[in-house]
């Protein structure tokens, strides 16, 4: 096993930050990196705005808290992100060429014994660890949005994944206190996202068909199924870019005609409409 003390993170949107977050609360040397000085920048505030949060509402003291955003640094340089990393976590954008250039750069950049994990929610990790020259110290780690609150890591392991790297992974996911879950097979969208796609795909249809409302179709699904968010409040809060382009992705893998993305939900993305993050998405915001 890897013995994990800095973690690095690729990708400074809502997920590489939150598991940034994440790993610096649970006692990790955490450094979160991207390209855009912009997005470092807007991450780290970000960051330090959900960090006061924790201590004004009694979650977390201020020592907690002083102590967790000690550890975490943010960095436009990828050199410096993952020179001395012991686990190098993707979370990039959800297009397969992005995510092969980064495992290349990362590759030549880590240490020989570092971890490379994908965040992807629908490549699986056979999809990049060919861009490495270490394929059995790859595999994903499936982070779910919000992940300084979603509990469940999905971990895929790939035919050349080994026992060890997958034993390193799930110890660390139980430091940060979540509950790791690993498919010993590559399987497009894995476990919650196909569970979750149907009953997405059902509530747009319902729509498309006119035989209920966006509002009252979320509102059967928290008060009567007990989900904490109903379908369309979920995909404004995940963005209805990401959305469209897990869905692209998994009918590019599979040629499926049922996988590909929702007319509905195309015509969002096109629009620009895409959720909280643009003001507007089913529902708009202030």
């Not at 059995?136 to 026992?163: G, I, Q, Y």
Request: aromatic share 6%; with cysteine; hydrophobic share 45%.
């Amino acid at each position: 096993m890897v013995e994990v003390h800095k973690i690095a993170v690729i990708g400074s949107g809502a997920m590489g930050r939150q598991i940034g977050m994440a790993a610096a609360v649970a006692g990790y040397d955490a450094v979160v990196q991207d390209i855009s000085a912009d997005a470092v920048e807007a991450a780290e505030q970000d960051m330090k705005a959900w960090a006061a949060g924790r201590v004004s509402k009694g979650r977390m003291s201020q020592e907690e808290v002083d102590a967790a955003l000690g550890r975490l640094r943010f960095t436009t340089d990828q050199a410096d992100a993952v020179g001395d990393a012991d686990l190098v976590i993707e979370a990039a954008t959800e297009r397969l060429d992005i995510k092969r250039q980064v495992f290349t750069q990362i590759d030549e950049l880590a240490p020989e014994h570092a971890i490379l994990a994908t965040n992807s929610s629908t490549y699986g990790s056979s999809s990049v660890a060919d861009a490495t020259r270490r394929p059995e110290k790859v595999c994903n780690m499936h982070f779910f949005n919000p992940a300084l609150v979603m509990k469940a890591v999905e971990v895929v392991r790939h035919p050349e994944t080994s026992d060890d790297t997958v034993d390193s992974v799930i110890a660390v996911i139980q430091k940060m206190g979540k509950h790791p879950v690993v498919l010993n097979a590559e399987i497009p969208g894995f476990i919650a996202n196909r569970l979750m796609g149907a009953v997405r795909t059902e509530a747009l249809n319902l729509v498309e068909q006119g035989i209920a409302s966006i509002e009252d179709i979320d509102t059967v699904a928290k008060s009567a199924l007990g989900h904490p968010m109903g379908p369309f409040e979920l995909m404004d809060l995940v963005g209805l870019d990401v959305t469209y382009l897990i869905r692209k992705a998994t009918f590019e893998l599979t040629g499926d005609e049922s996988e590909a993305p929702h007319p509905l939900i195309t015509a969002k993305y096109e629009a620009g409409e895409l959720g909280r993050k643009s003001g507007k998405g089913w529902y708009t915001y202030d």
